[in-house]
C-alpha cells in the first residue's frame, strides 16, 4: 500500500508499508477522525507550533467532550499552558486548568501526574509571587537610591558653583 504524507514543511512525502494480516486487522481498532487529528496536534507540538496544536485540540475537545480521547486532548491542552507560561496569571491558569482537568478525570489516565504538575505549580507560583514582590522591593530601593544620587549632584553643583564664586572673589582680592 502506497502511503502519502503532506509533512509539515509542505512537501509530499510516500512511503510503502505493508498490508497487516487478517489477524491483525481483526484485532485492531478502527482509528478515528479525531484520533488522526490528534496525532497531527501532537506533531505540531513536537515541532513547536503552539498556537497550531491548541487550535486542533481545540477543535476537538469542543467536538469529542465525551470520547475516549477526551482526557489525552485535555491533557495535551494544560501542557500547553504549562509551555507557554511567562508569568504569573499563566502560571495560575495552567494550575486551573490541570485542577478542572483533574477534576474531570479523577480517574483517568494521567490523574496522578496531574496532580504531582498542580503541586509543582503551586509551588512555582508561590516561589514566583515571592520573587515578584522582591523585585518590587528592590526595584524601590534602586529609585529611592537614584533620588539620592540626584540630591547628591545636586548640592556637588551647588557646592562647585560657590567654590568658583568663592575663588573668583578670592582672585578679586589678591588682584586689590
Known sequence: MLILAVSCTGTIE????????????????????????????????ENGDFEGGRETLTEIAERDDNSDLAPKVAFALGVIHL??????????????????????????????TTGRIVLLLDKHIHRAKQEQKR??????????????????????????????ETEQKRHLLEAE
Open 83 to 112: 509551555l507557554e507560561m511567562e508569568d504569573v496569571r499563566r502560571m495560575e491558569s495552567a494550575r486551573d486548568y490541570f485542577q478542572a482537568f483533574l477534576s474531570e478525570h479523577p480517574d483517568g489516565p494521567y490523574g496522578e
Open 135 to 164: 523585585i518590587k522591593q528592590l526595584t524601590q530601593q534602586v529609585s529611592d537610591q537614584e533620588q539620592v544620587i540626584q540630591t547628591l549632584k545636586y548640592k556637588i553643583e551647588k557646592l562647585e558653583e560657590i567654590h568658583r
Open 14 to 45: 510516500s512511503s510503502r508499508i505493508e498490508e497487516p494480516s487478517t489477524e491483525v486487522q481483526k484485532k485492531q481498532k478502527p482509528v478515528s477522525f479525531s484520533e488522526v487529528e490528534f496525532r497531527f496536534a501532537m506533531t505540531k507540538l
